[in-house]
Nanobody
Framework: QARPVESGGGSVQTGGSLRLSCDAS????????RGWFRQTPGKEREAVAAINSRGSTSYLDSDYSRFVISQDNPKNTVYLQINRLKPEDTAMYYC???????????????????WGQGTQVTVSS
């Protein structure tokens, strides 16, 4: 099974927006949880948001209003819209998938078995 492929990262200034995409066309589970995580060097991978095959979404409590996760089912693509970007959003962003609905533990990386290579987001002040 091929990895999902993230895209849409780049270098932006504070206050800008980006929409990240995750092409998971090879992941054909009818039931799934798909999450977005981010990681900076020396730090643990941190969850951002998740969406399941029913369309239910989950976000971390902190600053969640700047993030919007969505999906295009026919394209098997998951998106992460990030608004009002801050320098602390600088990280490698990864998408991941699990063959079950998102649980209360959706924010643990170990919940997912299918990971992409990541797309870099850099925010300058």
């Amino acid at each position: 099974q091929a990895r999902p492929v993230e895209s849409g990262g780049g270098s932006v200034q504070t206050g800008g927006s980006l929409r990240l995409s995750c092409d998971a066309s090879e992941y054909t589970k009818a039931v799934y949880c798909r999450g977005w995580f981010r990681q900076t060097p020396g730090k643990e991978r941190e969850a951002v948001a998740a969406i399941n095959s029913r369309g239910s979404t989950s976000y971390l409590d902190s600053d969640y209003s700047r993030f919007v996760i969505s999906q295009d089912n026919p394209k098997n693509t998951v998106y992460l819209q990030i608004n009002r970007l801050k320098p602390e959003d600088t990280a490698m962003y990864y998408c991941a998938a699990a063959p079950h609905y998102c649980s209360d533990s959706w924010y643990y990386p170990d919940e997912y078995h299918y990971w992409g290579q990541g797309t870099q987001v850099t925010v300058s002040s």
